[in-house]
């Protein structure tokens, strides 16, 4: 008798690994058991497909903590173990136990916050032994407390907050400890089932009845629906305060007239129905649609009637719920509705956090010469390298750092934008994390390429000091409220609604789309760049690595031309079609020009004839954008409009520019142009510019013959305000690229040829111009081909030459840097023609091709119709990586491109064209 609670009682410094013991008697024989350590906890992913962890578990840390003491019994239970009949430990080990006083450091984030990666979950630093010993009993209490909170989170986010669930894993958990219910209520959970950790955790309890119950009456000996309705009315009669009803013993439907027959004959409310078997969706919605009823003529009993489920549910299952009833019966699933989850906050199953050094004192050898210093040198588990990228470590890897932390960015309304994993020992004067003011970091989720920091108006280290030396100091930065635990208690305790609280609150500052249950999204997760090259200098110290792949960088700049910069040119300037902020790209793609030597330069170069099929003006009536400039009537009622046409159509161009139908899902209807006033509208914010008189269709019964995918003799027009007319202002590239002047001559005097090549004896650099748009019945965004998905530009015959000359250098890895104007128009028609075209011409070579998206010298045109419209802004940078299968970097910064190249070292000038050049060697 009294196991149980002797076992839970007593977590002392034994609940560990035997190894921290063998480990730590062989430190003590080396005489470095005092030497300072660093370790720290992560997750290495979230668990159940998820994107973020709960953490959980860290009261349970402190009590263990406070109490790490050796007794008279520990030692001797140390003493008594032996091997080959020899003791394990030594009696200077066991002494060293029984008197040292702990003195580690703690920092740990807050029960409750969301962690969402690799980053630091609790941080032990001091003695080396000590840090040890405490490892195990650590990882335990943290990992399986997360793993309920989190779970628990999943849960309450899977109703979209429109239901309530309470915590039933007593029967069905592992253990008769609290620290499962504590977690679930810190992950959501409003009630719990087990009453004592309700009574020691300050929480409300919960129940309902058993199957048992009800069978247990019978009428004449006989189980009917009648000795069912008997039940109820008895339960009813005894637990009027506390009023819900199983009705699935028999035949649920049944029940749930019963549960309301019983409700209205004894005149008592009823607080709900529990269904635990069956179709739980279709007797959601009965039960809905009998409880309504009966709420018609006794609004007083049935009022608040919430319906209970249970039955080994989990998030995904009710999640399932309210999407199954918006896909596909298009209503919405009922409210009032509690879930009582057992299994799957009872077994959730293991969280893989691990617990791993990161720096320590200096190795014996070097304290052998004397050397006195406690500077830490910084360590790592390598596991050897990534299968896909062999200059990196392995996905087990851990990270160095004297003391690791996460910096979490805000915007200005505190929602969380991305993580920073850092070493606080980098840390100013002020204690400011100095990543802040480095503007890039290392993606750890994208082959850890380079990437600038997003902005933010705010941030937030997440660790929090718990243990200073052994003492407790939490209380003085932002431990949890208490409370007493219940009415006539003198127990206090931690107030756990204020970290459920906190954690919903947490939940609530990510992007919805990594809070989701089913297939979320991933955060942004970044590592200091110092870290980095800590973490790679050791890699290359302990492993012999292959010799770097020969790499070389094709940077395409798309189309940046005064037409698209500069909203002021007039049509005898070349016209504008102003991107916003186009202007702000120029200087960094001319530092990025500047700064490449020996590099391959691809610029493209809208290049339009003034009567291009492209140019509004040349449409008279027919207004810039494609979307609301035909007014198209009913056939039946002639002179109302056909919305479900208008609000999704595409006019449709013959060569001539003539409209000839209007799109209409996969086919093309027929129209027939009416001499009359173009009406305008303003609907999805399109606000026409100009009044100009125009053309009206009526849309007729019959369908053009072919589908319009099939229809090689028209196609759907964008038409655009003039721009970038050959010859003019308008179509040269911006003066801000810093382009050889040489290479400007040529553009300025050469208004024929569809491309042109420079190299450039200074830098190295060799420039390939590629032309399009320049057929005056043919539109053109991508570099590669035209708007008719058949005539191909020039740069077909420049990808190739890219392609032969890169083999001919040995050139293993190209990585293709693309940006410029507009990025939802050329710049990602672009890149889909560079994966079409270049990709393959440089793979058939055994080039392997990476394709980065340069977004911080990107501009789009927000046009009209928002993210559903197929050219949306927002939309391009998913669509050009789902187009590459996933292989396109989207958030790659121009400071990768800038760090390859080193500071130019400038020696006197050029003569150049009639400028003087700086000469980079």
Request: overall charge negative.
């Amino acid at each position: 008798m009294g196991y149980v609670n002797d076992v839970y009682k007593d977590i002392n410094p034994l609940k560990t690994d035997m190894y921290q013991y063998t480990m730590s008697q062989v430190y003590f024989d080396q005489g470095r058991q005092d030497e300072k350590a660093s370790f720290y906890m992560h997750w290495r992913k979230p668990p159940f497909g998820g994107s973020y962890t709960v953490a959980a578990g860290l009261e349970g840390v402190v009590d263990f903590l406070k109490n790490f003491k050796f007794d008279d019994d520990k030692i001797a239970y140390l003493r008594s173990i032996k091997k080959k009949g020899q003791p394990v430990f030594t009696e200077d080990f066991l002494q060293y136990l029984k008197t040292s006083k702990l003195e580690i450091d703690v920092d740990a984030v807050p029960e409750g916050t969301v962690m969402t990666g690799a980053g630091p979950v609790v941080r032990i630093s001091g003695p080396l032994v000590q840090c040890q010993l405490v490892e195990s009993a650590i990882l335990n209490i943290v990992n399986s407390s997360s793993m309920i909170a989190t779970r628990a989170a999943r849960i309450d986010e899977a109703s979209g907050g429109k239901a309530i669930f309470a915590d039933y894993s007593l029967r069905r958990g592992t253990s008769l400890d609290i620290a499962g219910p504590r977690a679930s209520t810190i992950g959501g959970a409003k009630a719990v089932a087990d009453m004592d950790a309700a009574r020691l955790l300050g929480v409300t309890p919960t129940g309902t009845m058993a199957h048992s119950f009800i069978m247990g009456y019978r009428v004449n000996g006989v189980l009917t629906p009648e000795s069912e309705l008997k039940a109820f009315k008895d339960y009813l009669k005894s637990m009027h305060m506390n009023t819900v009803l199983l009705v699935d013993t028999y035949d649920p439907e049944q029940g749930i007239k019963n549960a309301i027959k019983a409700a209205i004959e004894t005149g008592i409310e009823l607080d709900g129905v529990r269904i635990d078997s069956g179709d739980l969706f279709q007797l959601t919605f009965k039960a809905r649609e009998l409880l309504d009823q009966a709420k018609i003529e006794h609004p007083e009993l049935f009022g608040k009637t919430n319906i209970y489920l249970t039955n080994d549910l989990d998030e995904t299952q009710i999640r399932n719920f309210y999407v199954k009833a918006t896909e596909e019966l298009g209503k919405p699933f009922p409210d009032n509705v509690v879930y009582g989850v057992g299994t799957a906050l009872g077994n959730p199953g293991p969280l893989g956090g691990v617990y791993k050094l990161s720096a320590c004192e200096p190795n014996t050898e070097i304290k052998e010469s004397k050397d006195k210093s406690t500077v830490m040198v910084k360590t790592m588990k390598i596991a050897g390298r990534d299968p896909d990228h062999p200059e990196l470590p392995g996905s087990k890897s851990s990270l160095p750092g004297i003391a690791l932390d996460t910096v979490r960015l805000k915007d200005k309304n505190g929602n969380f934008i991305g993580d920073v994993i850092v070493d606080r020992a980098f840390d100013d004067k002020d204690g400011k994390p100095t990543i802040l003011d480095q503007g890039y970091a290392i993606s750890l989720a994208d082959n850890h390429s380079e990437i600038p920091l997003p902005e933010s108006a705010s941030y937030e280290t997440l660790l929090k000091p718990i243990f200073i030396k052994g003492e407790y100091v939490y209380p003085e930065h932002g431990e949890p409220a208490k409370k007493m635990s219940h009415e006539g208690s003198e127990h206090e305790i931690t107030d756990l609604d204020k970290i459920q609280a906190y954690c919903k609150e947490q939940r609530s500052h990510l992007p919805q789309s990594v809070r989701d249950v089913i297939r979320p999204d991933r955060y942004t997760i970044l590592l200091d760049p110092r870290t980095n090259e800590d973490r790679m200098k050791i890699m290359s110290e302990m492993m012999e690595m292959p010799p770097p792949p020969v790499t070389k960088n094709i940077d395409m700049y798309i189309d940046n031309e005064n037409g698209f910069r500069d909203p002021n040119l007039s049509l005898a300037d070349g016209g504008s079609l102003y991107v916003p902020d186009g202007e702000k790209v120029s200087k960094k793609m001319g530092d990025l020009i500047t700064n490449t030597t020996d590099g391959i330069i691809v610029l493209s170069q809208d290049f339009h004839p003034a009567d291009h099929i492209s140019f509004m003006t040349n449409h008279p009536g027919v207004m810039e954008y494609r979307k609301k400039i035909l007014e198209v009537e009913d056939k039946d009622t002639k002179d109302v409009m056909n919305p479900a046409v208008l609000a999704f159509s595409e006019i449709v161009l013959d060569r001539q520019g003539m409209i000839i139908g209007v799109k209409d899902g996969d086919h093309v209807r027929k129209v027939e142009l009416i001499s009359k006033d173009l009406k305008t509208t303003s609907e999805n914010g399109w606000v026409p510019s100009t009044k100009d008189k125009g053309r009206v269709a009526k849309v007729l019964d019959d369908w053009l013959e072919e589908p319009f995918s099939k229809m090689r003799n028209i196609s759907t027009q964008m038409l655009w305000t003039p721009h970038c007319i050959q010859g003019t202002r308008s179509s040269e590239f911006s003066e801000e690229m810093n382009l050889p002047e040489s290479l400007k001559e040529m553009l300025k005097s050469d208004l024929i040829s569809p491309d042109l090549k420079y190299h450039d004896e200074i830098t190295g650099n060799t420039f390939y111009v590629v032309r399009k748009g320049m057929n005056s019945e043919i539109d053109s965004y991508g570099i590669g081909i035209e708007n008719d998905k058949k005539t191909f530009t020039t740069a077909q015959q420049v990808f190739q030459e890219i392609a032969m000359d890169l083999r001919d250098q040995d050139v293993e890895v190209a990585n293709i840097n693309i940006g410029g104007l507009a990025t939802n128009f050329c710049v990602e028609f672009s890149h889909n023609n560079v994966v079409n075209l270049l990709c393959p011409a440089l793979q058939m070579r055994g080039i392997e091709p990476n394709i980065n998206l340069l977004t911080d010298i990107s501009r789009g045109i927000p046009i009209p119709g928002g993210i559903d419209d197929p050219f949306s802004l927002e939309g391009a940078p998913k669509r050009m990586n789902r187009m590459n299968g996933g292989k396109t970097n989207i958030t790659y910064s121009t400071a990768e491109i800038l760090k390859r190249h080193p500071e130019p070292v400038v020696y006197g000038g050029l003569a150049d064209g009639g400028a003087t050049r700086n000469i980079i060697l």
